[in-house]
């Protein structure tokens, strides 16, 4: 069992920058694709980004070059720094995680075996 905990969203205006983080307790992290997604109201939940174990990452087109996911295995957590902050932007975000050891198309949301309880990010102008 993978307990995902995020944290850092919060309200910024546009432009600003936040970085979420998400924490993870249990063994085999280093070893686990890690994703985040969001889902704003009214639509459906969304890719934004995923690193693998080998640290290759993913990106949705409409948040290349302005978030950056990350991870550090020593502490069990992955980050994404969110830049350049636009209203669309706005959501609540999740952290998910894979099962150890296997690659799948990370953009599905089905293929994740663990999530968090998410993290509001809203954007005003």
């Known amino acids: 069992q993978v307990q995902l905990v995020e944290s850092g969203g919060g309200l910024v205006q546009t432009g600003g920058s936040l970085m979420l983080s998400c924490a993870a307790a249990?063994?085999?992290?280093?070893?686990?694709?890690m994703g985040w997604f969001r889902q704003a109201p009214g639509k459906e939940r969304e890719f934004v980004a995923a690193?693998?174990?080998?640290?290759?990452?993913y990106y949705v087109d409409s948040v290349k070059g302005r978030f950056t996911i990350s991870r550090d295995n020593a502490k069990n957590t992955v980050n994404l720094q969110m830049n350049s902050l636009k209203l669309e932007d706005t959501a609540i975000y999740y952290c998910a995680g894979g099962a150890p050891g296997r690659a799948f198309s990370v953009r599905n949301w089905s293929l994740y075996d663990y999530w968090g309880q998410g993290t509001q990010v809203t954007v005003s102008s």
């Open positions: 690193i693998n174990w080998r640290d290759t990452t």
């Open positions: 249990g063994r085999t992290f280093s070893s686990r694709t």
